[in-house]
C-alpha cells in the first residue's frame, strides 16, 4: 500500500471510533447529554462526505453563467491504466492539462468559437463496480470570451466536432508524457528505456481515445446537480453496501444490465476501493479558462456584461447561504425532548491511546 493509501485507510477505519476521541455535550434544559464521535474529515470516508459538498455547491452557485452548457468526456485507452498505478499523479496532471489545453485550442479557433472558454474539468472516481477511474469530463459554458470582450455562441447549435478533438487530445497527452519523461519527471523507471517507451508507445497510438458528447445539461441548476452527484462522491456510499461474512462483501452496482448484486473477497474489495485514492493533495475538480482562479473576478465579470446577464448578488447569495447553515447548526444543537433546551459541549473524551497502538501494529501485519 502506498503512503496516500495507507493513510486514507487509517482514518476510515478510525472514523467516529474511540481511536478518535469524542466530546460529550449537555442539555442546558434537562441535562441530558449526549456522546459526540468525532470524524476522520478525510475526502474519502464515505462517512464524511455530505457537509462538504453543501458548502462547495454554494460557492459555485456564484460562479456559473445562465447558458446552456454542454459535457464532453475525455478518456484514456486501457494499455495506460498500469503506468496509472505507477505513477498516478502525473498521469492525472497529463490528463487534465491535455483536455483542457485542447478545450482551449479549439475554443480559440475563429472557425468554432475563436474567444475563451468558461470550463470544469472533474476526474471521474466511483466507478460502479469500483473498477479503475479514468475519464475526465468537462462541463463547458455554451459560449467563449472574445479577445475585444464580445460574447460568441457556438455556430450550428454544436461547440466542436467531437471527431476532431480525440486525435488533438491524444497528441497533446502523448507530447507532454514524452516531455514529463525527458524532463526527469518522477516517473516509472521502466520509461526511461527507449525500445519499451517505443514499444509502449506504438501500443497507445494503436488505440483510439475517446472523446464523446453527452447529453448537454441545460442551464446552470443541471450543472450543480450535475456537480454534486459527482464532485464530492466516494468510491462507494454506505447505502450501497448490502452485507458481508468473514470473506466477502456485498455490494449493489448499476449500470449494464440493470442493477444487481456484485459480491468480492474481502480483501479485493479493499484493494479495489483503495483504487480511487487519490495522491495526497491533488485536486479532482479543475475550473480553467475564463474560471482559472488567478482572473476568476475580472473574468466572469467581463463574460456576464458580454452576454448581458445580471451580476450573481453576493449579498443575497451569502445570505442564504448563511441562514440554511444557522438552521441547521440551531436544528442540530436544540435537545429532542423539551425542543427548547440547547446542547453544550461540557467534557471531552480523549481518543483511546491504547488503541491506537494496536491499529498500528496491525497496520504492520
Ligand atoms: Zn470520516
Ligand atoms: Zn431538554
Avoid at 59 to 71: C, D, G, I, N, S
Avoid at 321 to 346: I, K, Y
Amino acid at each position: 500500500m502506498s503512503s496516500a493509501k495507507a493513510k486514507v485507510w487509517r482514518a476510515i477505519v478510525a472514523c467516529r471510533t474511540a481511536l478518535l476521541g469524542a466530546h460529550v455535550e449537555t442539555g442546558d434544559c434537562c441535562g441530558v447529554t449526549r456522546p459526540v464521535d468525532h470524524s476522520c474529515r478525510n475526502r474519502h470516508c464515505p462517512q464524511c462526505q455530505t457537509r462538504a459538498k453543501e458548502q462547495w455547491l454554494a460557492k459555485r452557485r456564484q460562479e456559473l453563467l445562465p447558458v446552456p452548457y454542454f459535457h464532453r468526456v475525455f478518456t484514456l485507452p486501457h494499455a495506460l491504466h498500469a503506468l496509472i498505478g505507477q505513477c498516478p499523479r502525473v498521469i492525472y496532471e497529463l490528463l487534465f492539462g491535455a483536455a483542457s489545453a485542447t478545450l482551449t485550442e479549439f475554443a480559440a479557433n475563429p472557425r468554432w468559437l475563436g474567444g475563451k472558454l468558461a470550463f470544469s474539468l472533474i476526474l471521474h472516481t466511483g466507478k460502479q463496480d469500483l473498477g479503475r477511474p479514468v475519464p475526465v469530463h468537462a462541463l463547458v459554458a455554451g459560449g467563449a470570451l472574445s479577445p475585444e470582450g464580445e460574447g460568441k455562441s457556438p455556430k450550428r447549435g454544436f461547440l466542436f466536432p467531437v471527431r476532431a478533438l480525440s486525435p488533438v487530445f491524444r497528441g497533446k497527452f502523448l507530447a507532454a508524457l514524452s516531455e514529463a519523461r525527458g524532463s526527469g519527471r518522477p516517473l516509472v523507471a521502466e520509461l526511461a528505456d527507449e525500445k519499451v517507451w517505443r514499444a509502449l508507445r506504438q501500443q497507445w497510438l494503436a488505440h483510439d481515445w475517446v472523446v464523446y458528447a453527452k447529453q448537454p445539461l441545460g442551464g446552470p441548476e443541471q450543472v450543480l446537480e450535475y456537480l454534486g452527484r459527482y464532485t464530492h462522491r466516494v468510491a462507494i456510499s454506505n447505502e450501497r453496501l448490502v452485507g458481508m461474512d468473514e470473506t466477502t462483501v456485498c455490494f449493489r452496482v448499476r449500470g449494464t444490465p440493470g442493477k444487481r448484486v456484485l459480491s468480492v473477497p474481502a480483501e479485493e474489495f479493499i484493494e479495489r476501493f483503495l483504487l480511487h485514492v487519490l495522491p495526497s493533495g491533488f485536486q479532482r475538480i479543475r475550473h480553467c479558462g475564463l474560471l482559472a482562479p488567478a482572473a476568476k473576478t475580472t473574468k466572469l465579470a467581463l463574460a456576464r456584461q458580454a452576454w448581458s446577464v445580471p451580476e450573481a448578488d453576493p449579498v443575497i447569495t451569502a445570505t442564504v447561504e448563511d441562514f440554511l447553515q444557522r438552521v441547521g447548526r440551531a436544528e442540530w444543537a436544540r435537545c429532542p425532548h423539551c425542543h427548547e433546551g440547547r446542547f453544550v459541549p461540557t467534557a471531552a473524551i480523549p481518543p483511546a491511546s491504547h488503541l491506537k497502538r494496536d491499529s498500528h501494529a496491525t497496520d504492520r501485519v
